[in-house]
């Protein structure tokens, strides 16, 4: 069960757009619509942002959102502002036998 | 509004076993599946288990299969983690999460193990 590849780092300044990638296999981010990502602050539990790829639940600002092509989801945070600075994860449904598989988290910082 | 709340971690030797629970309440329990996600010191989010809404189907990754069960009391709204054979790389941050999707998580409770 591999994990997913993000990115260590990403960062941008205020107002600024910035886009994390995420990239899985065939047998899961490429083969269902079931991509989510999560932002987390230090200390805090995961907050779900993004889901089923382009999903947003309520509360959540739209200057987050999400889009999948091929193998590679992508999360994209517009409008930058300080509060964003945190670690974002994506995680994809990978089949009965890997029900769930979760990047490896990206660290945003806002510069 | 939603609330889960995570129990039964502690210290624990190599070999030996605990029991997590989470608690749920603010929604229909026995109506979403739920998860067990941990995240060691300093790392990432690692999958854990999943059961269905039901109970009748289980899910586990491969690092705990044989090793941990999950189950759920719908009757208590109650959640559960069992823990045996426990190694030192379960050494972890255990969180349970609502659905699917995880759309709420609880704060997470502690599992050292060590000798």
């Known amino acids: 069960q591999s994990a997913l590849t993000q990115p260590p780092s990403a960062s941008g300044s205020p107002g600024q757009s910035v886009t994390i990638s995420c990239t899985g296999t065939?047998?899961?981010?490429?083969?269902?619509?079931?991509v989510s990502w999560y932002q987390q602050h230090p200390g805090k539990a995961p907050k779900l942002i993004i889901y089923?790829?382009?999903k947003r639940p309520s509360g959540v600002p739209d200057r987050f959102s999400g889009s999948k092509s091929g193998n590679t989801a992508s999360l994209t945070v517009s409008g930058l502002q300080a509060e964003d600075e945190a670690d974002y994860y994506c995680c994809s449904y990978g089949g009965s036998n890997n029900w769930k598989v979760f990047g490896g988290g990206t660290k945003l910082t806002v510069l | 509004e939603v609330q889960l709340l995570e129990s039964g971690g502690g210290l624990v030797q190599p070999g030996g076993s605990l029991r997590l629970s989470c608690a749920a309440s603010?929604?229909?329990?026995?109506?979403?599946?739920m998860i067990w996600v941990r995240q060691a010191l300093g790392k990432g989010l690692q999958w854990v288990s999943g059961i269905s809404a039901s109970g009748g189907s289980t899910y586990y990754a491969d690092s705990v299969k044989g090793r941990f069960t999950i189950s759920r009391d719908n009757s208590k709204n109650t959640l559960f983690l069992q823990m045996d054979s426990l190694r030192a790389e379960d050494t972890a941050l255990y969180y349970c999460?609502?659905?699917?999707?995880?759309?709420?998580w609880g704060q997470g409770t502690l599992v050292t193990v060590s000798s």
């Open positions: 089923e790829v382009t």
């Open positions: 603010g929604f229909t329990f026995d109506s979403y599946a």
């Open positions: 999460a609502r659905d699917t999707t995880m759309d709420f």
């Open positions: 065939s047998s899961d981010v490429g083969g269902y619509n079931y």
